[in-house]
């Protein structure tokens, strides 16, 4: 265990002094707010860990995460059992995401992708038809990005390509993106 949360903790310890990390995750924080002051859906997703990160970032978002306040548009594509599950068995999971970035984004939405490998197919081809729609995207990843990189307006890739410590990053920086986006969206509509 001593190892484990060793590991952990130097994992953060290189987010904290990562200044380029922190100047990306600050401009995911800009764009996503601005999308939804300006009445734009935010769209988020992810598979397996991711899938529960995702639902935890809209709960936040459109619930509440430090203030009470208007609700905020923001939509968990992996959260909708039944179309995960038609879409899935008559068409395939591959393009799963996809189809409802097709059904909820539209023109100032910001659509946000989580794999901790960043090459889920259907996470992948989901920021493909997101950027084919010329959507702002964002990527949180484990190191490098992988497949997701390359359509991905700002890459928030974490340093480890470990499973669990790659989630263990994830929390607090989306928790400070929910914090910061809930700050600058109160009063708004």
């Not at 189809?99 to 100032?108: F, L, M, N, V, W």
């Not at 992948?124 to 390359?150: D, E, I, R, Y």
Request: hydrophobic content about 40%; some cysteine; overall charge negative.
């Amino acid at each position: 265990m001593k190892n484990q949360l060793t590991e952990s903790i130097n994992n953060l310890i290189k987010l904290v002094e990562d200044v380029d990390f922190h100047s990306r995750v600050e401009e995911s924080i800009r764009v996503i707010s601005s999308c939804l002051n300006n009445g734009h859906s935010f769209l988020v997703f992810g598979n397996g860990g991711s899938a529960s990160d995702a639902l935890h970032i809209s709960g936040e978002l459109v619930g509440r995460f430090n203030h009470n306040r208007e609700a905020l548009n923001v939509v968990c594509l992996n959260s909708n059992v039944t179309v995960l599950t038609a879409w899935s068995n008559d068409f395939g999971y591959d393009s799963v995401f996809s189809r409802q970035i097709e059904a909820h984004a539209s023109e100032g939405s910001v659509v946000m992708a989580l794999s901790t490998s960043g090459n889920s197919p259907s996470v992948v081809k989901a920021l493909k038809a997101a950027k084919a729609k010329k959507l702002f995207t964002v990527a949180m990843t484990g190191q490098g990005g992988g497949n997701c990189a390359p359509y991905a307006d700002i890459l928030l890739d974490v340093p480890s390509i470990v499973t669990p410590r790659i989630q263990e990053m994830h929390l607090p920086i989306y928790h400070y993106m929910c914090s910061e986006i809930e700050k600058r969206c109160i009063g708004k509509s």
